[in-house]
């Protein structure tokens, strides 16, 4: 069974930080490029940053570029979003997603609400 589980959400006020995790299993963790994307309400979901197998981090979207990073430690199947300098527009669900060039299959988490409000 593919699961993939999100934690780390939560009501924070401008210029927080959180730490996002989404916990992998069912599925050969270090062999899939990881990814985070956010939807607010009303927007369509956009992807905030990606990390390779390998831990090389690629499309860093401009918005978060410089306050957001993205890291994994395969040991733990882990993959982590850390969020400084949160802004009110920074509100959404987080969506962790998984990705692999050798399978069709893509999985998906549920998701963690990130409000950003004072």
């Known amino acids: 069974q593919v699961q993939l589980v999100e934690s780390g959400g939560g009501l924070v006020q401008p210029g927080g930080s959180l730490r996002l995790s989404c916990a992998a299993s069912?599925?050969?963790?270090?062999?899939?490029?990881m990814s985070w994307h956010r939807q607010a309400p009303g927007k369509e979901r956009e992807l905030v940053a990606a990390?390779?197998?390998?831990?090389?981090?690629?499309n860093t979207a401009d918005s978060v570029k410089g306050r957001f990073a993205i890291s994994r430690d395969n040991a733990k199947n882990t993959v982590y979003l850390q969020m400084n300098s949160l802004k009110p527009e920074d509100t959404a669900v987080y969506y962790c997603?998984?990705?692999?060039?050798?399978?069709?299959?893509?999985?998906w988490g549920l998701g963690t609400q990130v409000t950003v409000s004072s």
């Open positions: 997603k998984a990705s692999s060039r050798y399978s069709d299959q893509i999985y």
């Open positions: 069912g599925f050969t963790f270090n062999m899939y490029t």
């Open positions: 990390i390779t197998n390998t831990g090389i981090s690629r």
